[in-house]
């Protein structure tokens, strides 16, 4: 078993905000171990991914979603 790091480590070895770490983990994204650590192989495993919804372009005078290109 990999040993587990901090929170704030992890952040960096994903090279995001802690915060972002934190809510991941209240959110059931990411788990704690029983030392209250993360497992360093889970660092750029994709995890964020769905975190934003991707942009939609919009028309600038109605402000309806552009179709096509």
């Known amino acids: 078993m990999p040993q587990s790091v901090s929170i704030r480590y992890f952040a960096e070895l994903d090279g995001c ?6 809510r991941a983990i209240r959110s059931g994204r990411l788990h704690l171990d029983a030392n209250r650590g993360l497992d360093p192989a889970l660092a750029g495993s994709g995890w ?5 919804a991707p942009a939609t372009r ?3 005078t109605c402000h309806q979603p552009l179709r096509g290109r």
Do not use: F
């Open 58 to 60: 919009r028309c600038p």
């Open 48 to 52: 964020r991914k769905g975190n934003r």
């Open 17 to 22: 905000d802690e915060s972002l770490v934190r």
